[in-house]
């Protein structure tokens, strides 16, 4: 039988395509540390994908490159190598593999590690991303979108809350939001927009993008004291687990027009 | 608006072909042609002719133990060289050689041109017309007895290198309409005529003032039956839905005329292992390497009844195929190191992610990524709640193709909607 392109590796493969000058941009200001930060991150992902393989024949996958990046540039600082092992390992086994590998888990590997070594480990300071790295998150996210492998209605949606915030303010950020902005970009495009976990019909992932920025806008008004990091993880921590009641809900509304359209 | 809706959502998918042959269109009976079961068909048969008997075209050469008012017949002039029949007389290939001199059959069909529904109903069962039809959901011959919720005529077919159906019936619109007339009669629910761009194929006063036209977009899979039948009319078990080729309801026109069944059909030779590709009328059930005997390349190749996308490797011309496609296959490899091989072969399949490609495989008609999860978990309630049930294998062999899904998403497909029949008991 003849084959298209468009498997599970094609689209990882691309991902990480459009991730790129995010990464490389991020490398060039974090210089020998982030570089040595991620060179971690990948071994430890990629020793349980090995693990995996031979233990349960579960083809390993570049999402752990994805995995790994997201890791590297939004884990807390200063943690030491055990704890960022146990965390890496945590959610790359408990959040992907044991569920069957990347398109099987229900919430994003790296959001995962990420809230465990926040919430586990909150006397660690949470990094800072200079604005470059932000910028250069933008045409990752065109090129996503253009080939379909990053969700566009998710990056409208938080566009729009974001735009209403906006309106809200009458032409000026709300108190707190402004300096959060960079890094709920990052973590929108890292984190929100994967497209395995985040949700799959029209209307839920307008719905998933709309609910990631009303989260970011509500943590950053109201809760004080809280790093942008630790602010826009939450945020792609809960959008995550609301996915598939937002997938749900978009498919009983179409459901419901359905019946309405045909009589 | 419904949300999922896009007029013309779908992928414009580049299989390679031979330059076409010059000329339009010519006639090619090959000298063997078969009548074969289909996927899982199974009819027990009583046989009306001897092995060896000379048979004019469309003369009765069988009939259903079962049901014996449908009726098989010859798709050509021919001798009926080889009658193979298996365990409860069921048929597993009935071949037949080409004699012209044999002539053709003649049918009665004075009462179905009155516009009779029995009669009507009688004469597309007596003359084979009966297994062209499609009834969904499930996909098979209709029931003897069965009354459509409405029928689906296709005039459109948007598989890569699918004959132009506009080609197809030019000059036959007196025909066409006769024949939606005489298929009128046989629902009392609309009939919908699916055609691409170009003047309309029938006027709305056809069959009754209950035609409905359906304009396709070009890109596949907008001109599949099962998209348009799962938009616009949704099959249930209890409201079965009828599908047929817009050539065969002319045909059907022609003979309430002339009482002989038009045995020609329109077919498209085409694909990388030819030297041109053509655009023939051959038989039912035509011998495919008939059909491109002089046009292939020498080396390895596969010659498959239907598309490139859902076709199947075979000898003879599907039942409703109106496409074949001949294909290189390149010869196996060196062996792969046994380590790859054991890991290969003991993996999981791949998941599917969530595309635009996926999306648009389906047409952006129905939510994606829910029906293949449905699919994939065997979770028949919610893919007959998606609007499964309307859907064959051919409508998902574009997300196959484009996914290269494994397990492939149309065998799920066939296996859920084998489980709903067995529920239904069917």
């Known amino acids: ?263 | 608006m419904m949300p999922f809706i896009t007029r013309n959502a779908g992928l414009d998918i580049a299989i390679p072909t031979a330059p076409p042959a010059p000329g339009v269109r010519r006639d090619l009976l090959t000298d063997e042609a078969a009548l074969v079961p289909q996927r899982a068909e199974r009819l027990r048969l009583d046989m009306l002719a001897a092995e060896g008997a000379l048979l004019p075209q469309g003369a009765p050469v069988a009939r259903l133990r079962d049901h014996p008012e449908v009726v098989l017949t010859a798709p050509m002039a021919a001798r009926l060289a080889r009658v193979r029949l298996g365990p409860g007389r069921q048929l597993v290939e009935l071949l037949f050689f080409h004699e012209p001199q044999a002539g053709r059959h003649v049918f009665d069909t004075a009462a179905a041109r009155s516009g009779e529904t029995a009669a009507i109903r009688a004469l597309l069962q007596g003359t084979g017309l009966w297994r062209l039809i499609r009834s969904r959901p499930f996909g098979q011959m209709p029931r003897v007895a069965e009354q459509p919720a409405a029928v689906f005529v296709m005039a459109s077919d948007t598989r890569p290198h699918a004959p132009d159906p506009r080609v197809i019936l030019e000059g036959r619109g007196a025909a066409l309409d006769r024949g939606l007339a005489a298929l009128g009669r046989l629902t009392e629910g609309p009939v919908f005529l699916c055609q691409g761009r170009g003047a309309a194929l029938a006027g709305p006063g056809a069959a009754e003032g209950r035609l409905q036209l359906l304009r396709c977009g070009t890109l596949h899979p907008q001109g599949l039956a099962g998209f348009r039948i799962h938009h616009h009319h949704p099959a249930t078990p209890g409201a079965p839905v009828w599908e047929i080729h817009a050539e065969d309801v002319a045909d059907l026109g022609d003979l309430l005329i002339t009482g002989h069944l038009p045995g020609l059909r329109t077919v498209s030779v085409a694909g990388d292992a030819l030297s041109e590709s053509r655009l023939l009328r051959c038989q039912p059930g035509a011998n495919l390497r008939g059909l491109c005997q002089g046009a292939t390349v020498p080396g390895w190749h596969q010659v498959l009844s239907g598309s490139a996308l859902d076709g199947a490797e075979a000898t003879w011309l599907g039942l409703r195929d109106r496409q074949v496609t001949v294909r290189d296959t390149p010869r196996a490899g060196p062996r792969a190191h046994w380590f790859a091989r054991a890991l290969s072969r003991a993996a999981r399949p791949l998941p599917i992610i969530p595309t635009a490609a996926l999306d648009q495989a389906l047409g952006s008609l129905l939510p994606a990524m829910a029906l293949v999860r449905a699919l994939s978990a065997g979770d028949d309630e919610t893919f007959s709640r998606l609007g499964g049930l309307s859907l064959l294998e051919e409508d998902l062999a574009l997300a196959d193709y484009v996914t290269g899904a494994s397990p492939r998403l149309s065998g799920l497909l066939r296996a859920a909607l084998d489980r709903i029949a067995a529920e239904e008991g069917l």
């Not at chain 1, 994908?49 to 790994?68: C, D, E, K, N, V």
């Not at chain 1, 809760?223 to 809960?238: D, E, N, R, T, Y």
Request: include cysteine.
């Open chain 1, 1 to 263: 039988m003849i084959r298209g392109l468009w498997d599970r590796e094609t689209v990882a493969a691309l991902l990480l395509i459009c991730l790129m000058p995010l990464a490389l941009t991020w490398l060039w200001y974090g210089g020998i540390e982030a570089a040595a930060r991620l060179a971690l991150a990948l071994v430890i992902s990629g020793i349980w994908h090995l693990i995996f393989m031979l233990a349960r024949a579960q083809p390993p996958s570049l999402a752990g490159a994805l995995t790994a990046l997201a890791v590297a540039m939004l884990a807390p600082e200063e943690l030491g190598l055990a704890r960022l092992v146990l965390g890496i390992t945590f959610g790359s086994v408990a959040a992907e593999l044991v569920f069957g590998g990347w398109g099987r888990n229900v919430v994003n590997p790296a959001t995962v590690t990420l809230a465990f070594l926040g919430f586990g480990f909150p006397a660690a300071p949470w990094p800072e991303l200079v604005l470059p790295v932000a910028w250069a998150a933008i045409p990752g996210a065109v090129l996503g979108v253009a080939l379909g492998v990053l969700p566009g209605r998710i990056l409208a949606g938080a566009g729009l809350a974001a735009g209403a915030a906006y309106a809200a303010g009458q032409g000026t950020w709300p108190a707190g939001l402004a300096p959060v902005l960079p890094m709920a970009g990052v973590v929108l495009v890292l984190l929100v927009c994967d497209p395995v976990a985040s949700a799959a019909t029209r209307p839920g992932r307008w719905l998933n993008g709309l609910l990631y920025g009303a989260l970011v806008v509500l943590f950053a008004t109201k809760w004080q004291g809280a790093a942008p990091a630790q602010i826009a993880v939450s945020a792609a921590l809960f959008t995550s687990l609301a996915a598939p009641l937002l997938d749900e809900a978009a498919i009983t509304l179409w459901r419901a027009r359905r019946r309405k359209h045909l009589g």
